[in-house]
């Protein structure tokens, strides 16, 4: 059973170590391992004799003392059994020092602290961890928290009762933490800041063990039988009263060792304890609470074995997710970047394809908004009856025209089908757009280039020039298709049309009143019927130029060009484009050293489980 306790030991000392020591409290993470090994936490109010107690535990005299808020971070104390002769302590921190002077080891968690805190008397939830071997102790491990308190002192921040309330709470309400609450017995224990805390965590009391301290001190005809007796504050478990030493033994450097006999001998010799003697003292408290340890330990062992299977399986699939370290040699850094860029690609094209979203917005432009900027044109505004008077006149020059004047009708005509080049135009940057939004989306959708920022912006420069070039080609050819209706005007349409021997007009009238309203109606109507056929015809032909020069092309040729670059790249070129996100490096250099953590832990608790 003993071996379960060093296990959690060795296993608490690696969680802390990484710095997976129950911070992480991002929605979703993966949870810790410490959080799931079963603890003792040591909680109370300032003054409650907090220190004292787990001085008497171990039999020394190591903690810090003083006005205010001397605990500032978590102290997870480990205590190991030994045959030997000696006594020594460890700190996590310092692994190569072992200290046989504990005036040192107060000091060090003093100096240690004031390192991550700072002088201005913070706290912090990063813990210290220390070590302490001895032939006068139980294996044990306890978590000394930050005494709770009502008033900040000076120095302090205003928040400062509020965060070592949040603190202290955020290790007592795990499930798999034990309370050891300290109050003092010469005060209400309704107004203890321990049982108040362990009472809202947990109501029923399953995990909690009470400890009543400073029974000496109480006022002349009063005791704490009740207490002690759960009459007067009932726990699932005996309450357990220690007296310790007073502030007269601590000044003169009363022994460790002769106070536990002092204890011992005050209850044994006090009436109203006496009977209580046997379950009284801080050396018992130890050895229920290493026995009680123990016990749980046991209990946890098949879901603590579980949670590390599943957390080994979830930080597998994280690993897998975010990509392994890049290769060292030119080749497989080529090869890296290749295939990162055809798996953006083809993302790409299924975006296109209709596989995933977006390519949809094409068919709109196509459908809806072109031929509702075609409409907009309103070309019988272009064709009003002083506009068509104008053009007609002034194509007779200084000579009228004899039969028709065909000149001004192909001015109409011309004016009319040039405005179309404003829509045509405007459906090409369109597509554009949205094939610069779909290269976005598909860059944020490959998960391989948030691991390598530079290639990210490297490609995503590429891609767009590569658009740039399509977009330019799309608006010469699409231009050009309206350009050619202005070259060529259809023949076969006038030919039908049928003849009216007054079309002419009557030459004997002034220039500007040649032609009757009636003929120019007609003529305003005959170029707008053969005005609309064109712009028919362009609604169908200029999408399949657009597709044609922009979305096809983007599909079969979208990175050539970054291709032939990519192939005259030297290593060092290489590496720079494939220059991880070093938050990226950092998490998978994490999430690497976790795995290792749970892997050894597996392996441990397996040994220690077949042992059994």
Known sequence: MENLIQLVNKIQRACTALGDHGEDGKEGAIPTLWDALP???????????????????????????????????????????????????????????????????RQEIADETDRETGRSKGISSVPIHLSIYSPHVVNLTLVDLPGLTKVAVE???????????NMVRAFIEKPNCIILAISPANQDLATSDAIKISREVDPKGDRTFGVLTKIDLMDKGT?????????????????????????????????????????????????????????????????????????VIKSRIPGLQSMISKTIMDLETELNRIGKPIAADTGGKLYTVMEICRSFDQIFKDHLDGIRPGGDKIY?????????????????????????????????????????????????????????????????????????????TSMSE?????????????????????????????KRATLQLVDMECAYLTVDFFRKLPQDAEKGGNPTHSLFDRYSDAYLRRIATTVLSYVNMVCASLRNTIPKSVVYCQVREAKRSLLDHFFTELGKKDGRQLSALLNEDPAVMQHRTSLAKRLELYRNAQAEIEVVVWDK
């Open 223 to 295: 005791d704490a039988v009740d207490i002690l007796e759960g009459k007067a504050y009932k726990l699932n478990f005996p309450w357990i009263g220690v007296v310790n030493r007073s502030q007269a033994d601590i000044n003169k450097n009363v022994d460790m060792i002769a106070a536990r006999r002092r204890e011992q001998e005050y209850f044994e010799s006090t009436p109203e304890y006496r009977h209580l003697a046997g379950r009284m003292g801080s050396v018992h408290l130890g050895k229920v609470l290493s026995k009680h340890l123990e016990t």
């Open 39 to 105: 603890s003792i936490a040591v909680v109370g109010g300032q003054s409650s004799g907090k220190s004292s107690v787990l001085e008497s535990i171990v039999g020394k005299d190591f903690l810090p003392r003083g006005s205010g808020i001397v605990t500032r971070r978590p102290l997870v104390l480990q205590l190991h059994k030994i045959d030997e002769q000696r006594e020594y302590a460890e700190f996590m921190h310092l692994p190569r020092k072992r200290f046989t002077d504990f005036a040192a080891v």
């Open 446 to 474: 490959t998960l391989e280039l948030k691991q390598y920022p530079t290639l990210k912006v490297e490609l995503g420069a590429a891609a767009n020039e590569s658009l740039e070039r399509m977009r330019e080609e799309s």
């Open 364 to 440: 709109l432009v196509f459908d809806n908004q072109f031929p509702a900027a075609l409409k907009r044109l309103h070309f019988d505004k272009h064709l009003s009856m002083d506009t068509v008077r104008k053009l007609i006149t002034e194509a007779d020059g200084y000579q009228p025209h004899l039969i028709a004047p065909e000149q001004g009708y192909r001015r109409l005509i011309e004016s009319c089908i040039v405005s179309i080049r404003g829509p045509a135009e405007a459906a090409v940057d369109m597509v554009h757009g949205i094939l610069k939004d779909l290269i976005k």
């Open 155 to 165: 120095g302090q921040p205003d928040s400062i009762v509020q965060d070592i309330e």
